[in-house]
């Protein structure tokens, strides 16, 4: 032991010791503290210490109060500040500690944090007051935004009332500004400064003496907001703001300094000056001591030198001493003049490097005590923090090689920043934290850390004023100096980047004004509509309709709308730039590049692995803990309860993205398995328990009950020991109690167990905080909360691959729980910039059209008549009007497009694009291994599944190449239970095996353990790639694209009705993004490319009956793979409505990402697949029994939803005023007709595509009589109520011509298009003779049939609705087609009149069936003998087996002749 004490402090024996040591001191402390008669070789320094002990205090009163002091400059109030609790400054009422005051406060709102200057609504409009009030003399206060709402910021007096919905400046002497409505507020309102935005800093100064009240934003005056506020005796202003719901400030009324301090402005809490002077004293000792201890260190070198990355692993020396190195200082806790040997009379004499230690313990003491308060850890403290990392901090001058370093780490980008900074810590920074962690307690240094932090995150959140982000790269560079150091760094991951300010807060990257914007962005761009086909201007529409323009002038002026010159021009400078615009974006993206890899080396940090030991754990083990915590709190916690995110979705998406950076960066340096496969999660990892993936449901329920109905399966693969399996099983519960599931394993993990923690958690969020003393003491922050929270990990690094795992399921749950918020906020941005771009597009279509026709107004001879000069008046100023909304337009859309620089620029930039790509695939490649044996077994076969196709889409392909094997659950035995694939499902002891090993590796019943959000982060990761990124940032960058898209769509084909998962808000999940699927030629094309089994399992879904199912999706996707092959069915936007507004392109939010109830109402392109089609033909045609179910289910539902519609059309009718009309119906009359045009469309399809089942009794299963008749049935009543005028016509006519709200769709064209195309394919000539014949006798027999409602369709009469008008909709060929079905329906009607005898027209009511009333009673019941007609008898005998006259069994039926009744 001697021999390390030795080797640590040394012996200075030489004469010179007695001036070096005066020296020293005076250097240190100054002349003060010198001792003149202090000569004693052996105990001079020991005196010293005692010493220095006993006058350094007594040194620093008499330096502050020196009026010769240079500190003083700094700090002039220093002499006059009060130490008592008051504050007596003049002009100046109330205690010196300033906060909010929650007896104060209106309506409901949190304050959050101990400090009490934190402030958030929670209700509609909630107002609070401060604590203190002024009533002379310049004041002022700051606020920090957290949001960018409505809140009144301002002063008011005590006697001022507020409420719900009164706030700041509502009342007479009170005044208050908004920058959100930019508005300010004294009873009356005028507008006033700028819009401001999360993380401005607004200043509020009021001039009692002069009466006036000026807003500073960022430091920027936005001139003189009141010259008249009311002032005198017995009036004075207390600081107050008035917040709307979620909105949320940090304000500073002075207990730290102010961001932009004004000149002339007093804060209302007094700065504590004396502490400052005396922390700057002190810190110039530290100083003087850290400059000896580097030039002792490098006069004498250590035996032991080791970075700050690896410790000793000595426990014994770890805990006893801090062995001293080369990058920082360490020493023993106690004293070290305490230590003697009696043996050695030189260790009577205290060394050089004890002697610094106990000076520095002695400082460092006395520093503690003043940074207790945040104000000089703000003040002084951080910014030598600064300065010892090479920044210019408050006139203080940083070292050369500091500076030297963090200037070659700019140049470089801050490539590789974290391992410099771990791998060569900088000596002077580490030395002065070591000296914290040394003398200082802990609690009291975790305050102070977390002061600075604060501090930083406050800094970093501040809008940037130019596109250089200096504070906030800045900011985060001192983030990770401060991390340089191990017990820093562990302490801020524990307890501060968890807590009170989130980790996530500093992977932002905030949007800086528009002002900021347009230096970068040359010209403003948006992409501009082009006039498509079928366009016209809805004014010009609506006169040609009323004659009020003739035809050839409508020509005129819509060609010279289209084939201008101008147009033409405008065209080729639009693309000149739009160049420009992608160069300036991406400037934005290289001028944020600095600030996002700042940002990865920040991250990279926190995931550092080789800092763990024996006694501690590693960083990234730490945040691992902790990171989980943080999904728990901001993603699952919210989707379980609140469906919102408690973190901004912009926050979370930056956060998201940088961690995915990061983990990509890991992965690509230390990849686990196949390099070239993207970053996923093993199929085993569902099942074994290495992640509780946050107690969320699983796809297959809730985890217990899937443990124990599978069990067998988990067994099989995992074993009977495995720990997960036993953690389950029903005699875990030694009390006897009811069995919940929850393991002792489950319990002590922070899994289901925690919940309730959590809701206590988010309870405690939710209310507002205990009022804290107001000189707090450092037992109450984040140190003293440690035995509150989760338990640490254990000591040592954390494995690599379970590293990646959590990283991987927490990113997943992440997007899922807030990042695609953002997403869908973004493309909502660019979708109202289209719609606004189409807005302005038509006005100037407007413009044209009212200008050309103020050029025709009047005669030959320039002469105007009366009407013409007020017709004439009345264009010019619907002109002017124009021209104005058209000026409104493009100032929003200029302000648009700046925004969408940003997005292009800095959110949606390649990179993120490419990263999210991997992201989707590795996500993907999970799913689809642990649901598709086949895909498992043949993953290292490349693209098997890639295969062409036939189709118009596709172009040339091999056919053959798509028939792979395939079994219907259908031709199964009746033993085996029914399945989509040659395994069986809940009972499987099938299981996956390993091409290299054969090993068991996963059951396909096991899939059911996914849980639900991989599932839904997959589906938003494609849809945010292939439609809200897309098109502004092309999918076709992405590489193997089109491969990806083709395995999602197999995984959509085979799963959307998997009996695998039974969550339902999944399921829907699934059959949407199948839907958006088949709106897109590139995504049906993915379809189209699908192997054969997941197509024919998605066909047999689609063609499953529609009772007891939600089928009015299945069957929207069903029309969409017709769309484009039916009866003038090739449109996007419905041709009656071409005419006003257009055939464009839909939006994203209308691409099927979401599809609603108006599934047939959206506007999409044809694009009809060839490949599906026969696939559905030859799937009804070789399934007759399910074909003629499904069919019989198709026909019961269109047939109630045209009732459905019919009924309510006719309640509308009734009322004569639109206005009484209720919102409600409109809409559900519309839906309900969206609903028949669907229908009707897939039963097109279905006639077209086997036209036999109608007329073949082997073809649906001898049903095929009762199917035809019902489809005649329906499609003549169709007929009927819309064209047939005693039928139900005039109703639909008149609710056609009305115009209500969502009544746009309701045409003639959408209700007869798809009729007429049922009547055209069941007629085809090319089917055989006696198809034609039966199909025509059905119909003409049909007592609803009228020829004249059929020839209404094809009418030559203008004023009547006909095919003919849609030349561009309906084809000659069709139009043809349709003439000869008709042609044959007649003849078919006139040899039916002449077979009956002359006197069959008369026959007795007797004679009919009494259920219709339409056809011979030639069916009876037996036994019963009660008849009716074969249809009505066979119709019935589909829900019943009962006679409907005398509810007598069936036992059969038989054929009677009609007259022997």
């Not at 400030?249 to 700065?271: R, T």
């Not at 085809?1324 to 609803?1344: F, G, I, Q, T, Y």
Request: hydrophobic fraction near 40%.
């Amino acid at each position: 032991m001697m021999n390390v004490l030795r080797s640590m402090f040394g012996v200075c024996s030489s004469s010179a010791e007695k001036g070096e040591v005066h020296d020293m001191i005076k250097k240190i402390f100054g002349s003060e503290l010198v001792m003149k008669d202090n000569t004693d070789r052996h105990n001079q320094r020991t005196k010293y210490v005692s010493h220095i002990r006993e006058n350094l205090p007594k040194m620093l009163d008499a330096k502050i109060l020196s009026p010769k002091s240079k500190s003083l400059k700094k700090h002039p109030q220093a002499i006059a500040e009060n130490t008592e609790s008051t504050d007596d400054r003049h002009g100046r009422i109330g205690p010196k500690i300033v906060v909010f005051d929650a007896s104060t406060g209106t309506g409901r709102l949190v304050l959050v944090g101990d400090e009490r200057v934190s402030v958030q609504g929670l209700s509609s409009f909630a107002t609070i007051k401060a604590t203190s009030c002024v009533f002379a003399g310049k004041w002022m206060y700051e606020v920090q935004l957290g949001t960018k709402g409505i809140m009144q910021i301002g002063w008011c007096t005590a006697a001022c009332t507020f409420s719900m919905d009164t706030g700041v400046g509502d009342t007479a002497n009170s005044y208050g500004f908004d920058g959100g409505r930019v508005r300010k507020w004294n009873v009356a309102t005028s507008p006033y400064g700028q819009t401001w935005l999360p993380g401005d800093v607004i200043a509020s100064c009021i001039d009692m003496d002069k009466g006036t009240l000026e807003y500073f934003r960022n430091g920027v005056s936005l001139g003189v907001a009141f010259d008249k506020v009311t002032h005198g005796s017995g009036l004075a202003y207390f600081p107050a703001v008035s917040l709307a719901m979620q909105e949320h400030l940090y304000a500073n009324f002075g207990h730290v300094p102010f961001v932009f301090p004004i000149e002339g402005y007093a804060p209302l809490q007094a700065a504590p000056t004396r502490d400052c002077v005396r922390a700057a004293l002190l810190f110039k000792s530290v100083d003087a001591i850290l400059d000896e201890l580097t030039r002792l260190s490098d006069l004498s070198p250590p035996i032991i030198a080791k970075s700050s990355k690896i410790k000793s692993e000595s426990s014994k020396v770890e805990v006893a001493l801090r062995i001293h190195s080369t990058d920082s200082v360490y020493s023993p806790r106690a004293s070290p003049h305490n230590m003697q040997d009696g043996q050695a009379q030189d260790m009577k004499k205290m060394s050089r490097k004890a002697f610094l230690m106990s000076l520095a313990r002695l400082v460092i003491i006395e520093l503690g005590g003043v940074l207790k308060q945040s104000y000089v850890v703000v003040s002084e403290l951080l910014p030598r923090f600064r300065v010892a990392l090479g920044l210019p901090s408050k006139g203080l001058m940083a070292e050369q090689h500091a500076i030297e370093f963090y200037t070659k780490a700019k140049e470089d980008n801050f490539s590789g920043l974290a391992e410099k900074f771990l791998s060569q810590p900088q000596p002077r920074l580490c030395g002065l934290l070591e000296l914290l962690w040394t003398f200082l307690d802990e609690a009291a240094l975790c305050d102070i850390l977390e002061h600075c932090v604060v501090r930083e995150c406050l800094m970093f959140d501040l809008v940037s004023p130019d596109m250089n982000f200096t504070k906030q790269i800045e900011g985060i560079y001192v983030l990770c100096g401060l991390m340089q150091h191990r017990e820093t760094r562990h302490h801020l991951v524990k307890y501060v980047f968890f807590n009170k300010i989130t980790f996530d807060n500093f992977m932002n990257v905030k949007c800086p004004d528009d002002s900021v914007l347009k230096t970068v962005v040359r010209k403003p761009w948006w992409q501009r509509p082009t006039p498509v086909q079928g366009e016209t201007d809805p004014r010009i529409a609506e006169m040609t309709e009323k004659g009020m323009i003739r035809a050839s002038r409508l020509y005129s002026i819509q060609s010279k709308v289209l084939l201008s010159d101008k147009l033409k021009k405008q065209t080729k400078d639009d693309s000149k730039l739009e160049a420009q615009y992608r160069e300036d974006c991406d400037k934005i993206t290289q001028a944020i590049a600095p600030l996002e890899r700042v940002q990865l080396e920040f991250l990279l940090m926190l995931l550092d692995n080789t800092d763990g030991t024996n006694m501690v754990p590693s960083t990234r083990k730490i945040f691992l803990e902790k990171f989980r915590r943080y999904i728990m709190d901001n993603c699952i916690l919210d989707m379980r309860l609140f469906n919102v995110s408690r973190n901004s979705p912009a926050i979370s998406w930056c956060c998201h993205a940088r961690l995915l950076t990061a983990v990509l960066q890991l992965w690509h340096e230390n990849p686990l398995g196949n390099s070239n496969i993207a970053p996923h999660i093993p199929p085993r990892t569902f099942i074994d328990g290495e992640l509780d993936f946050y107690n969320v449901d699983r796809l297959g329920g809730v985890l217990p009950f899937l443990v124990r109905t599978l069990r067998q399966d988990l067994v099989n693969i995992l074993g009977e020991d495995n720990p997960f399996v036993q953690s389950f099983e029903p005699n875990y519960n030694r009390a006897g109690g009811i069995d919940t599931g929850v393991s002792d394993m489950t319990a002590g993990s922070p899994g289901l167990a925690t919940l309730p923690q959590v809701i206590s958690s988010m309870a405690r969020f939710m209310h507002a905080a205990m009022p804290p003393i107001p000189n707090r003491s450092t037992g109450e922050t984040a140190l003293a909360l440690k035995g509150t929270r989760s338990m640490m990990p254990g000591a040592g690094s954390i494995d690599v691959r379970s590293a990646y795992l959590r990283l991987l399921d927490g990113l997943l749950a992440l997007y899922h729980g807030a990042a695609i918020k953002h997403a869908e906020r973004l493309c909502e941005l660019r979708d109202n910039q289209m719609d606004m771009a189409d807005c302005l597009h038509d006005i100037e279509q407007r413009i044209t059209a009212v200008s050309s026709e103020l050029q025709h107004v009047g005669g030959a001879n320039g002469e105007l008549t009366e009407q013409e000069k007020i017709r004439k008046l009345l264009m010019e100023k619907i002109l002017k009007e124009l021209e104005r909304s058209k000026a409104v337009y493009e100032e929003k859309l200029e302000a648009s497009a700046l925004q969408m620089a940003w997005v292009i620029g800095a959110i949606w930039t390649k990179q993120r694009q490419q990263e999210l790509a991997k992201h989707f695939a590795g996500t993907l490649h999970s799913l689809r291994l642990a649901s598709d044996p086949d895909y498992a077994a043949n993953i290292q076969v490349a693209s098997k599944e890639i295969l062409p196709g036939k189709s118009s889409l596709l172009g040339r392909g091999s056919y053959a190449s798509l028939q792979l094997e395939y079994t219907s659950s259908s031709d199964q035995s009746p033993q085996s239970p029914p399945s989509r694939t040659t395994t069986p499902r809940a009972d499987s002891n099938t299981h996956v095996e390993t091409a290299s090993s054969g090993t068991q590796e996963f059951a396909e019943s096991l899939f059911a353990f996914i849980p639900e959000y991989h599932v839904d982060a997959m589906l938003e990761l494609c849809n945010t790639l292939r439609l809200y990124m897309h098109p502004t940032v092309p999918v076709i960058q992405v590489p193997e694209w089109e491969e990806l898209v083709v395995s999602c769509a197999a995984f959509l084909c085979s799963e959307f009705a998997d009996p695998r998962i039974v969550l339902a808000s999944t399921r829907e999940s699934l059959v949407q993004t199948l839907a958006s699927f088949a709106t897109q030629p590139a995504t049906m094309r993915a379809i189209e490319r699908v192997p054969l089994k997941q197509q024919m399992i998605m066909i047999e879904e689609l063609i499953r009956p529609y009772q007891n199912r939600a089928w009015a999706q299945s069957n929207w996707v069903l029309v969409r793979f017709w769309h484009g092959s039916g009866f003038g069915f090739r449109h996007r936007q419905w041709p009656h409505l071409a005419a006003r507004y257009g055939d464009r392109e839909p939006t994203v939010n209308n691409l099927g990402a979401k599809v609603d109830a108006g599934l047939m109402s959206q506007c999409f392109g044809p694009c009809p697949s060839e490949v599906i089609q026969t696939r559905i033909g030859d799937y009804l045609t070789s399934h007759p029994k399910e074909a003629a179910l499904f069919l019989n289910s198709l026909l019961s539902q269109l047939n109630w939803a045209f009732s459905e519609f019919f009924t309510m059309m006719q309640e509308m009718d009734r009322v004569q005023i639109d206005s009484h009309l209720e919102p409600r119906q409109i809409k559900l009359c519309a839906t309900c007709f969206d609903l028949y045009h669907g229908l009707a469309r897939a039963l097109e399809m279905a006639m077209c595509l086997a036209p036999t089942l109608l007329t073949k009794s082997e073809a649906s299963d001898n049903q095929n009589d009762l199917l035809l008749g019902r489809t005649c049935q329906i499609l003549m009543a169709v007929i009927s109520r819309v064209c047939i005028r005693g039928g139900g016509s005039a109703g639909f006519s008149r609710l056609v011509a009305r115009g209500l709200p969502d009544t746009d769709r309701v045409h003639y064209y959408v209700a007869l298009a798809p009729v007429a195309g049922c009547i055209v394919r069941l007629l085809d000539p090319r089917l055989p003779a006696d198809h034609l014949n039966k199909v025509a006798s059905s119909l003409v027999s049909e007592p609803l049939f009228r020829l004249d409602g059929l020839e209404f369709m094809l009418s030559k009469d203008d004023k009547h609705f006909s095919f003919y008008k849609y030349p561009d909709d309906v084809t000659v060929e069709e139009v043809n087609a349709l003439n000869a079905a008709i042609d044959r329906l007649r003849i078919a009607r006139d040899n039916l009149v002449k077979s009956k005898s002359p006197g069959s027209s008369g026959a007795q009511s007797d004679l009919l069936c009494t259920i219709c009333y339409a056809r011979p009673a030639d069916t009876a019941f037996m036994p019963c003998g009660h008849h009716s007609c074969r249809a009505c008898i066979m119709q019935h005998l589909l829900n019943s087996k009962q006679c409907f006259f005398c509810k007598a069994d069936i036992d059969s039926v038989r054929e009677i002749e009609p007259a022997n009744n």
